[in-house]
């Protein structure tokens, strides 16, 4: 361990471990973050296997993650080797160290506590992996990481006091997900992937030929396009609405700095169109968790829509791990629970 | 002239000329295409301007014209020095080589031949360039080169008889354009970017990494698709539904090689769809006019809305460059004409 980062003794360690990052947190016995890490192994850039890990490929694959966890945060592991070991996302998927299969709904959220999937790691550790999410069904959906944010807002909201009877989660993202959660079993949730064709949009389409890296100049366009993805006879549909970017820039009338603000508008304002007749009976309590100005770019779409939103959480994976460690008896309950 | 190559005098060189491609088209006085070739040059990939040219930007733009123009049909120039040559596509934008503005509509699509923009080439000779059309409204619409498509799908009815009194033209592409065309008016026009949102999609989001390149296994996994995406209560839009893609395949429900054919049909169903309250009344003639296999696919969706199809046309636009030459007395207009 660095001699300058002297910790009390973890309960925790907790590993948030997506496709193109590694975070670790190490959480105390009351539920708070001593100290927490960011390295770029994620799943899909991972280290060379140390040479001496064996020609098989499952074997070399393990001892892949093995080196990103040790480098990341090899210290902490030897010095509190009695902390429980947590982690979620892509960790988990058939990609990932070990598979931790979806787990179906409807399910209580404390529920995958029971279905953490164990890897023995060397010298005998266990690192406990959660499991995604499964919607079956026609379409089925899948979530693998945002589960655990689901957790954290409960712990959040349940810390201080807020009313979690029911709620509808916006987790915005490159895949946004939307939980109706009641009574913390998540009953229904959807997936929408509006960040990540915001960005082949802007990056691979003649939409960005014409785009402006600089500042907007003018703050009205985001709003001016929720108000054009609003449901109205004559719509055409999002694929028509987006080229609207092009044909207002063709004419003047969206200068090169507002023309992302427009397509951010467009494709969130047709998302939150979509959820439009699934917010307003039953009345759930609308939270958003995820980058706060992401999140605050929705909370407009649904105030212009008349839905305000309760609360904006972010950075709530640790307090999703510990919640999720405590009910799987991983880490000792205490009585008094800090919001983190 | 390539001595093998021995053509009748052509009374009109038309040029269709993109961002990608140059196509050019020897037409004779009854409308008949004598020849036709094709080059690289597109507006995008012009040679450079031989050397000479001068160092103004824009003499040396026009040389760059002239030089692709020289090398794809120079010949037919010069052995033919009094046909008409008249060009359409984005040679008439900004980036062309002379802006032809985009004509207002509603307009008569044979009123285009009275906006010609002409440029004067070396030597004297003129070519004529087709303006597009744009739709003035809160939200434009524009197209260029389409315009041209549509005044051959209208020489093509016409030559066989066919009732052109009230036509929806759908042009599949990587742009779709669908134009209500009333008595040969371009009434209305809509723009769908579903073709370029399709390869965007596949070759740089999450939903491409399983797909697979050879032969569908599955025929009915377009047909499926698009009645996914019909307007159905609780429908969460086009950005919810490409998901499926992804999930179907991880739940072992799409093969690698039916995922294009799943991707392909949600798009175009969503397209279909947005256009179906359009369909009904008053019941316009449907033609589709485009590659023929993509077309197929909307005659598919169109199909299973009960919207069958009355006509696939392609390779018209010589047969518009036609129509357009002969309206604006660039060419002789002859009492009987061909269907090309």
Known sequence: MNPSERMEAPA???????????????????????ASRRSEHGIMHLPEAPAGSGPNASTQNAARFESALQTLCG???????????LACGMVGSAQGWREAAYH???CAIDQLAQALTPVVRPGGHILHIVPGLIRQGEIPNVMRGEETQIAGVLQGLEATGGDVSSLLIGLPG??????????GRVTRFETFMTGEVFAVLRHHTILGRTMGDGPPSDASAFERAIRLARPRAGAMGLLA???????????GQLRAEDQPEHLSG?????????LLPHLSTPKNRLVLCGETDLC??????????????????SGVVAAGLWRIAQAAALVSAVPQITCI
Chains 1, 2 share one sequence.
Request: hydrophobic share 45%; no cysteine; net charge negative.
């Open 266 to 274: 467009l494709l969130i304002g047709h998302e939150v169109a979509a």
């Open 12 to 34: 925790l360690i907790g590993l948030d471990w997506g496709t193109s990052s590694l975070r670790a947190y190490a959480v105390d016995s009351g539920g708070r973050v001593l």
């Open 104 to 106: 179906p709904t409807p």
């Open 174 to 183: 490159t895949h946004s997900k939307w939980a109706w959660v009641d009574g």
């Open 75 to 85: 210290d902490w592991l030897q010095a509190h080797p009695q902390a429980a070991l």
């Open 241 to 251: 609405d987006i080229f609207s970017t092009r044909t207002l820039a063709l004419t």
């Open 296 to 313: 605050q770019r929705y909370a407009t779409a649904l105030a212009l829509h008349d839905h305000p939103v309760s609360a904006i959480q």
